[in-house]
C-alpha cells in the first residue's frame, strides 16, 4: 500500500478530534463540487477512512451526503481539492477506471439490471476481471449464503431489500478496497432496514472499507468506527460514532429530525 501525507483530520464544532492516518484507504481533501457551473453542493469538504474502517456519513437534507459519494466515484465534478485512494490522486477519474482500482459503488436506486439473473447480475460485476468470477461468486456467496440459492432467479422479481443485496455483492465481485454505499435503507420496512445494517456489517467484517451514507442517522452512528456530520457541504462535525451519538449538539442539531430509534 502506497502511504500518503498525513492529512489535518476534520474539527467537530464541539471539540478536537485527532485522526489516525495510518493505513489511509480514501482521502477527500478540501473538496468543491457539484452538478452545474458555479453551483456548488461541496464546500471544502474534508474526509478519511482507514483500512478496515466503517464511516458513516449523516446530515439534513441537501448537505451533500449522496454528492460526496458520487464525487469520489467520478460521477460528480470536483472543481478544487482533491480525492486520493491509498495515496495516489483519482480527483475526477472515470467510474470503470475507479472500479479497475478498487472502488465499489452502490447507488440508492436502479442499482440492478432487472432483466437478468442474479447470477448475471454478479457476472456483470466481475466482466473486467472474469476469470476471478468463480472465486468471487464464493467470496460473495459466503457473505450472502441466501443468493447462493437463488441464483437463477431475475432480479426484476426481487424486493427492495433482496435488490440492495444483489447491488452490494455485484459491487464486491471486484474485490474492491474500498465500498460506497448510497442510503443502502432508504425504502425498507424497519425489519428489513435492520437486515441491511446488518449486511452492511458483515461486509465491513470480511475486511471490506466501508463508507455508508445514511438517513437514518442514529442506526447509522451506532454502528459505524467513525461518522461525519455534513451541513452545506461541509464536514460539521467528525468523531467514534457513539460519541456523535451522544453529542448534545449534534443530538440537538440533527438528530432530532434525522432517522428514527
Not at 3 to 20: L, M
Request: proline share 5%; with cysteine; aromatic share 4%.
Amino acid at each position: 500500500m502506497t502511504n500518503s501525507e498525513p492529512a489535518a483530520s476534520a474539527e467537530p464544532t464541539g471539540g478536537t478530534a485527532t485522526v489516525d492516518t495510518r493505513d489511509l484507504v480514501v482521502e477527500v481533501r478540501d473538496v468543491t463540487a457539484g452538478y452545474l457551473p458555479g453551483v456548488n453542493i461541496l464546500n471544502g469538504c474534508s474526509l478519511t477512512a482507514r483500512d478496515g474502517e466503517l464511516i458513516g456519513i449523516i446530515g439534513p437534507n441537501g448537505a451533500g451526503k449522496s454528492t460526496l459519494l458520487k464525487a469520489i466515484f467520478g460521477l460528480v465534478k470536483v472543481r478544487e481539492g482533491g480525492i486520493y485512494l491509498q495515496g495516489d490522486e483519482i480527483t475526477n477519474q472515470k467510474a470503470n477506471k475507479l472500479v479497475s482500482k478498487g472502488v465499489g459503488f452502490v447507488p440508492q436506486t436502479n442499482n440492478v439490471f432487472p432483466s437478468l439473473t442474479i447470477q448475471e447480475n454478479l457476472e456483470m460485476g466481475i466482466f473486467q476481471k472474469p476469470k476471478d468470477l468463480k472465486h468471487r461468486l464464493e467470496f460473495v456467496v459466503d457473505i450472502f449464503p441466501e443468493l447462493g440459492k437463488r441464483l437463477a432467479q431475475r432480479a426484476g422479481s426481487l424486493s427492495g431489500g433482496e435488490r440492495q443485496m444483489v447491488a452490494m455483492s455485484r459491487a464486491l465481485m471486484m474485490g474492491p478496497h474500498v465500498l460506497l454505499l448510497d442510503e443502502p435503507s432508504a425504502g425498507l420496512s424497519p425489519v428489513r432496514q435492520d437486515e441491511a445494517f446488518l449486511r452492511v456489517k458483515e461486509i465491513n467484517r470480511a475486511g471490506v472499507t466501508t463508507i455508508m451514507v445514511e438517513q437514518n442517522a442514529r442506526r447509522c452512528l451506532q454502528i459505524c468506527d467513525r461518522g461525519y456530520v455534513l451541513d452545506q457541504g461541509r464536514d460539521a462535525y467528525e468523531g467514534p460514532g457513539r460519541e456523535l451519538l451522544n453529542d448534545p449538539k449534534v443530538i440537538g442539531l440533527y438528530l432530532g429530525t434525522l432517522g428514527q430509534d
